[in-house]
């Protein structure tokens, strides 16, 4: 069975609409259709959200849940995953260092511009 079928099947047996599903992935209801559709490729985060919405594994909806080649999918997976939500914490770090530096700089930039007040004989 195709992806697309799999997904489209997990979907009914939930109760889920295909707009509920829609929403809950933030697409338009015919980019959905389109997945289910076998229209539009899945990525693999895609095909991940896919499954958190639906509470199944990703390997369930791709079928190769309880075979062999499982395990090496599960851990390439659970891989890509790690690697992903560490690329999300860096992108959090860098983004925190940017906005200190420009509230200094702009900090810095007031400092410059203020002028004295003199004090003193005219």
Do not use: C, N
């Not at 990525?43 to 062999?68: C, K």
């Not at 690329?87 to 702009?106: G, I, P």
């Amino acid at each position: 069975m195709k992806i697309s079928a799999t997904i489209r099947q997990t979907r009914q047996q939930r109760g889920y609409s295909q707009e509920a599903m829609a929403d809950s992935l933030g697409l338009s209801t015919t980019a959905y259709g389109d997945i289910e559709r076998g229209k539009t490729d899945i990525t693999l985060s895609r095909l991940s959200q896919i499954a958190d919405v639906l509470a199944v594994t990703p390997l369930a909806l791709l079928g190769a849940e309880g075979q062999p080649e499982t395990d090496a999918l599960r851990q390439r997976l659970e891989k890509q995953e790690l690697e992903l939500e560490k690329l999300r914490l860096e992108a959090v770090y860098w983004k925190e260092k940017y906005e200190e530096r420009m509230r200094l700089e702009q900090f810095g930039a007031q400092l410059v511009h203020q002028t004295r007040e003199r004090i003193g004989f005219k």
